[in-house]
């Protein structure tokens, strides 16, 4: 028997509820490598699933957790065997799989990736699924051309958790970091992490009927969308990139015209996390290990344990985590 949380949901109301519970091996599906999990984090889709699921889980009674971190148990695979540490975010495990939040997970070797040499379980999980975005949003940033010494680099929901890694890894890496936030409270831990200019959210937010504004962002790490992207493309320089990775602000892109595309050549690069092919994957882990400063990564930690999944659940589809909670699910 282990530690899970299930979510359970009741036929006849439709309501569903979150709690730790005993639930045991033969319950997992069916899959060729058992983990022992150590952490998992929690991301914006592990909110919805903890709650009622936004419609993303299938099938009840649930355990949410789309990223975990841990050791192999047993495996009938042959590229992990027992005692292999190993990460794994994405392919819909912890919505329409059985995910991290529990003390065992059962899971398909394709979906794996062996940790990095350099970092922790714990350490990977306190980069976790937004982490790893905000990797993947960098290096395709790198492809298009961003070098440092370009200009500012814009980093937008920044207190999040891939604005928070975002900004740790471009100041690491060189770039002039400015980071947009709508918590000014946060200031400090941004500079911390390596911004040296906060931008207002409000300055970002308004649409505006401009074709363009003035060339001001080198490149842009986007976590919100909504009015602000249709903003920042306006104001992007000339032949630069926007990545573009969540929705925290909205999933139109408000107030968005034709005319940075095509009077500036800007790039709107989309980023996904989830389906990203396995060579990608550990090469975005293996530019983790060496790019983030794992002092300042420590410093974006929030520890949790199962029984606080409920409410930090809650929290983050509000916009009020800072940073990235670890979850120590032992
Ligand atoms: P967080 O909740 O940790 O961070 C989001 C941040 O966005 C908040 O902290 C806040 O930053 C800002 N924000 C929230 N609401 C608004 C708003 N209404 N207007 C403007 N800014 C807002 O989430 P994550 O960092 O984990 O994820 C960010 C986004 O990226 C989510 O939409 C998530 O679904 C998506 N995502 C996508 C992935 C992919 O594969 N493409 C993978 C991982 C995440 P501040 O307080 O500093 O303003």
Redesign the pocket.
């Given at each position: 028997m282990f530690k899970a949380l299930v979510v359970r949901k009741d036929e006849e109301t439709g309501k569903t509820s979150a709690a730790v519970e005993e639930i045991s091996e033969n319950d997992l599906p069916e899959a060729e490598v058992t983990v022992a999990v150590e952490y998992s984090t929690v991301?914006?889709?592990d909110g919805l699933c903890i709650g009622p699921g936004g419609g993303l889980v299938r099938k009840y009674p649930h355990i949410p957790g789309i990223d975990f971190a841990g050791t192999v148990e047993t495996s009938s695979d042959p590229r992990y065997k027992p005692g292999d540490k190993v990460i794994l975010t994405g392919w819909r495990v912890g919505e329409a799989h059985w995910g991290g939040y529990a003390q065992k997970a059962r899971v398909r070797a394709d979906w794996l990736v062996p940790l990095p040499e350099g970092l922790t379980t714990r350490q990977a999980m306190a980069v976790g699924?937004?982490g790893f975005?905000a990797m993947l949003a960098i290096m395709a940033l790198e492809d298009h051309g961003l070098k440092p010494g370009h200009g500012p680099v814009l980093v937008t929901?920044?207190?999040?958790?891939?604005?928070s890694v975002a900004t740790a890894i471009l100041a690491k890496l060189g770039h002039e970091v400015a980071a947009?936030?709508?918590?000014p409270e946060?200031e400090d831990y941004l500079r911390g992490l390596g911004a040296s200019r906060i931008v207002p959210?409000e300055e970002l937010?308004e649409v505006t009927r401009k074709p363009l504004e003035s060339e001001t962002w080198a490149g842009c790490v986007d976590?919100?969308a909504?009015a602000?992207l249709g903003r920042v493309l306006k104001q992007m320089k000339y032949g630069t990139s926007v990545a573009a990775?969540?929705?925290?602000?909205g999933a139109a892109i408000e107030g968005a015209l034709i005319t940075p595309f095509i009077l500036r050549g800007v790039n709107l690069l989309g980023?996904?996390?989830?389906m990203q092919p396995y060579d990608n994957r550990v090469r975005a882990w293996q530019r983790i290990a060496r790019d983030l400063d794992l002092d300042k990564l420590e410093a974006m930690v929030q520890p949790a344990t199962l029984e606080d999944l409920p409410r930090l659940g809650a929290e983050?589809l509000k916009?009020q985590?800072r940073g990235r909670v670890v979850v120590d699910v032992n």
């Amino acid at each position: 028997m282990f530690k899970a949380l299930v979510v359970r949901k009741d036929e006849e109301t439709g309501k569903t509820s979150a709690a730790v519970e005993e639930i045991s091996e033969n319950d997992l599906p069916e899959a060729e490598v058992t983990v022992a999990v150590e952490y998992s984090t929690v991301n914006y889709k592990d909110g919805l699933c903890i709650g009622p699921g936004g419609g993303l889980v299938r099938k009840y009674p649930h355990i949410p957790g789309i990223d975990f971190a841990g050791t192999v148990e047993t495996s009938s695979d042959p590229r992990y065997k027992p005692g292999d540490k190993v990460i794994l975010t994405g392919w819909r495990v912890g919505e329409a799989h059985w995910g991290g939040y529990a003390q065992k997970a059962r899971v398909r070797a394709d979906w794996l990736v062996p940790l990095p040499e350099g970092l922790t379980t714990r350490q990977a999980m306190a980069v976790g699924t937004a982490g790893f975005t905000a990797m993947l949003a960098i290096m395709a940033l790198e492809d298009h051309g961003l070098k440092p010494g370009h200009g500012p680099v814009l980093v937008t929901g920044a207190a999040g958790g891939v604005g928070s890694v975002a900004t740790a890894i471009l100041a690491k890496l060189g770039h002039e970091v400015a980071a947009v936030t709508g918590r000014p409270e946060t200031e400090d831990y941004l500079r911390g992490l390596g911004a040296s200019r906060i931008v207002p959210r409000e300055e970002l937010n308004e649409v505006t009927r401009k074709p363009l504004e003035s060339e001001t962002w080198a490149g842009c790490v986007d976590s919100v969308a909504g009015a602000m992207l249709g903003r920042v493309l306006k104001q992007m320089k000339y032949g630069t990139s926007v990545a573009a990775v969540g929705l925290a602000g909205g999933a139109a892109i408000e107030g968005a015209l034709i005319t940075p595309f095509i009077l500036r050549g800007v790039n709107l690069l989309g980023i996904d996390s989830v389906m990203q092919p396995y060579d990608n994957r550990v090469r975005a882990w293996q530019r983790i290990a060496r790019d983030l400063d794992l002092d300042k990564l420590e410093a974006m930690v929030q520890p949790a344990t199962l029984e606080d999944l409920p409410r930090l659940g809650a929290e983050i589809l509000k916009g009020q985590v800072r940073g990235r909670v670890v979850v120590d699910v032992n």
